[in-house]
Nanobody
Framework: QVQLVESGGGLVQAGGSLRLSCTASGSISSVNVMGWYRQAPGRQRELVADITSGGSTNYADSVKGRFIISRDNAKNTVFLQMNSLKPEDTAVYYC??????????????WGQGTLVTVSS
């Protein structure tokens, strides 16, 4: 009932920048937290950053000062601006959102993932 569509991944050289976007659609009444996770080969999925509907943000230590998360509540869209990228940022990045559907059912949804590759 909720779909998350991501875009913006790709190949970039170390030191470069990329901007990821993710839009939630469906029978959504409200979205609480939107966030980005990543999973590198052979590693567990980890939180990169998340943001509440009120704009409070949370970052993994490894990306603090380099990545910026933001959102457009009116469009149920979250962005991740990634600067000063490093090869260790290479991973599949997944969007996540939780909130409420019309009818008061909660939801917790994931996007399909977008690959970010940083070359050295």
């Amino acid at each position: 009932q909720v779909q998350l569509v991501e875009s913006g991944g790709g190949l970039v050289q170390a030191g470069g920048s990329l901007r990821l976007s993710c839009t939630a659609s469906g029978s959504i009444s409200s979205v609480n937290v939107m966030g980005w996770y990543r999973q590198a080969p052979g590693r567990q999925r980890e939180l990169v950053a998340d943001i509440t509907s009120g704009g409070s943000t949370n970052y993994a230590d490894s990306v603090k000062g380099r990545f910026i998360i933001s959102r457009d509540n009116a469009k149920n869209t979250v962005f991740l601006q990634m600067n000063s990228l490093k090869p260790e940022d290479t991973a599949v990045y997944y969007c996540n959102a939780d909130g409420w559907l019309f009818g008061r059912s909660p939801f917790d949804a994931w996007g399909q993932g977008t690959l970010v590759t940083v070359s050295s």
